[in-house]
């Protein structure tokens, strides 16, 4: 892994109503890494991620993704990231075939060129066999294995998962951590993981950060923290213990 900064925020801030949702945020993610962002609900992740995909902008403060700023430019931006949004709307009369062919229409990915890409994409996230049903007759774990697909047609090197595991069963969560877990060493992407899975995060994250109320109270690999908290590694405690004893603290 490099350390070459592929998203990196400097006192972003984000205040809706005169309250901050995001306070003056400052952190890195390098290239190819797994970042495990964390917090409770309304911690500020999601608006977060929205200003680093240029869908709203900062009240203050610096973001970079891939050295462009995404208020300036936001189309750049968008199209180089891949990002599977909490509740992924996909058109249900299309098939998944169809559905990929748009979007690699999209990103210049057409003609056999696409075809060879959509059938290795729905391969890797084990869609194959479903290539040719409509996608409004997709189940919830199929659709967020059609958003990953999504980002392998994009050839997205950064990808932005907002809440990948939500509604999935237990098998398919884990199918889909080995997943996430194979686009950043297979497929050398840069993952910025927003989860509240935290036995499945701990197994593949590089480096954590928690948010809390806006601000990220700690950042590090989990190994750190754990020396940090309780002063032994991490074999002894789990992150959820690690994540709760700095979620009382704050
Ligand atoms: N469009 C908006 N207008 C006003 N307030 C907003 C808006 N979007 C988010 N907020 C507020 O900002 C705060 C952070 O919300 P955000 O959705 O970023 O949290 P989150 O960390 O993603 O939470 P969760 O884990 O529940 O997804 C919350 O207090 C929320 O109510
Ligand atoms: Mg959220």
């Known amino acids: 892994m490099s350390t070459k900064a592929i998203i990196e925020t400097h006192e972003l801030t984000k205040i809706y109503n005169g309250q901050a949702a995001v306070d003056q945020l400052t952190f890195i993610v390098n290239e190819g ?37 995404p208020t300036r430019d936001p189309i750049k931006v968008k199209s180089r990231i891949g990002y599977l949004q909490e509740n992924m709307g996909f058109y249900p009369d299309l098939n998944a075939r169809q559905m990929l062919r748009f979007v690699g229409e999209l990103n210049g990915v057409t003609g056999s060129a696409a075809e060879t890409r959509i059938e290795s994409a729905l391969q ?22 059609l958003g990953i697909a999504e980002l392998l047609i994009k050839d997205s090197k950064v990808a932005f998962l907002d809440e990948p595991t939500l509604g999935l ?78 979620f009382q603290e704050a």
């Open 124 to 145: 890797t996230v084990g869609l194959f066999e479903e290539i040719g049903k409509k996608i409004g007759a997709y189940s919830r774990g199929m659709r967020q294995r």
């Open 169 to 246: 069963d237990p098998d398919a969560t884990n199918r889909m951590i080995e997943l996430i877990q194979s686009l950043a060493r297979d497929q050398h992407m840069t993952i910025l993981l927003s989860s509240h899975m935290l036995q499945q995060v701990q197994k593949i994250c590089h480096r954590i950060g928690i948010m809390i109320k806006g601000k990220m109270v700690v950042q590090g690999p989990i190994d750190q923290l754990a020396q940090e908290k309780f002063g032994v590694g991490k074999e002894k405690y789990s992150l959820e213990q690690i994540y709760m004893k700095y």
């Open 33 to 69: 890494e797994i970042f495990g962002f964390l917090g409770p609900n309304g911690a500020g992740k999601t608006t977060t991620l929205l200003m680093l995909l240029g869908l709203t902008e900062p009240t203050s403060g610096k973001a970079r993704v891939l050295g462009l700023d």
